[in-house]
């Protein structure tokens, strides 16, 4: 089997989780177009290379002796530089929907001649649409970074399918909601990075550390993924009639 074909297959499998959540989105008539839904995924995607950069800083042999140093390792070159750059993906992205979203709004009330409301208010709804991006975006950075790690090794697919990806979305979508709140409510941004980067780290640290059974791990990605889905779908009934 040809390397391409062993990456494609890796690309494919890895966009289970994407497809599944576009089919959830359909079903539910969530307002989310498809053009956007693939717009979400590729910003997703593009936050692997900004990470990549910031973790380029720390050297191969990054070591702090004692716990706490530990801890720093675990928590420092993956896990908040891969919650840092999609926080600034996803921040870039809602500002150049938000001004492509006034722009249309601005036309349609010209031709309409009914005033319309230009942004969405920053209440449950607005935290709902985040994580619902969130959620997305994080899926295809764990796409890109699957079809990376199993380029070297394809032997591991099949595992982050089950933990990595999980982890990816779940993590997505609290850093989604952040990224909607920044402006408004800084406080419960920073909350929400905050609790993304700590189950981030907490999945890598039962990854790493020896005397950690595996199955903790796919257990806290599953069950983090399974919070921010329950938390979307429960704010889909009010949002069902719109249009994006």
Not at 74 to 87: D, G, Q
Not at 110 to 124: K, L, M, Q
Not at 182 to 199: C, D, E, S, W
């Amino acid at each position: 089997m040809s390397g391409w074909l062993i990456l494609a297959l890796i690309i494919l499998s890895s966009s289970i989780p994407v497809l599944a959540v576009f089919f959830w989105f359909h079903v539910s008539r969530y307002p989310l177009s498809s053009i956007r839904f693939l717009l979400i995924v590729l910003a997703g995607a593009a936050a692997f290379f900004p990470a990549l950069v910031l973790q380029s800083f720390f050297p191969q042999d990054f070591s702090i002796p004692g716990r706490l140093g530990l801890i720093i390792q675990i928590f420092l070159p993956v896990a908040l530089t891969e919650e840092f750059s999609r926080l600034l993906v996803l921040l870039v992205f809602f500002y150049i929907t938000r001004k492509i979203d006034a722009g249309r709004r601005s036309i349609e009330t010209i031709h309409s001649g009914v005033s319309a409301s230009v942004s969405a208010p920053a209440g449950y709804g607005t935290v709902i649409y985040g994580s619902a991006v969130g959620l997305v975006a994080g899926f295809g950075f764990a796409i890109l970074e699957s079809a990376a790690y199993g380029a070297a090794n394809p032997g591991v697919t099949l595992l982050r399918l089950f933990t990595a990806a999980p982890i990816h979305g779940a993590c997505g979508a609290r850093i989604g909601a952040a990224a909607l709140l920044f402006r408004t409510h800084p406080t419960q941004a920073l909350f929400r990075f905050l609790t993304a980067v700590m189950i981030h780290g907490i999945y890598n640290f039962m990854i790493v550390i020896p005397g950690f059974i595996s199955i903790a791990a796919v257990l806290i990605a599953l069950f983090s993924l399974a919070s921010a889905i329950l938390s979307i779908h429960g704010g889909m009934k009010p949002r069902q009639t719109g249009a994006a």
